[in-house]
């Protein structure tokens, strides 16, 4: 298997776990996830909402045939991540999502 085609099936992979991990932490909504989406003005409960939606877009990355729809629904997801950050002034946290935000794009790229 050649390089090019490593990264073409592994980067969605590895993406879709990413994302049904943090997903998955999200949900859980430890002391610190809740203090944070409080902090950054949504309702209670609503990292429930944000990790489902995470956990839904990991499994569809790990599916070859609904990897293109993770793909976009990731970016969709992280680009709502980095504009929320960008605005309460989250520095902290824009590095990692910035790093997503670029494996999204590239596991996009990979499947147009």
Known sequence: MSVINFIAV?????????MIGHGGATFTGPPLVRENFARWGY??????????????????LLIPVTSRVGAIGSAMLV?????????????????LAAVLMAASVAAIAIHW
């Open 10 to 18: 592994g980067l969605p992979i590895a993406l879709g776990v990413v």
């Open 43 to 60: 309702p209670a409960g609503f990292h429930r909402v944000t990790g489902v939606l995470e956990v839904v877009v990991g499994l569809h």
């Open 79 to 95: 680009l709502a991540a980095v504009a929320m950050q960008i605005c309460s002034g989250d520095w902290e946290h824009l590095p």
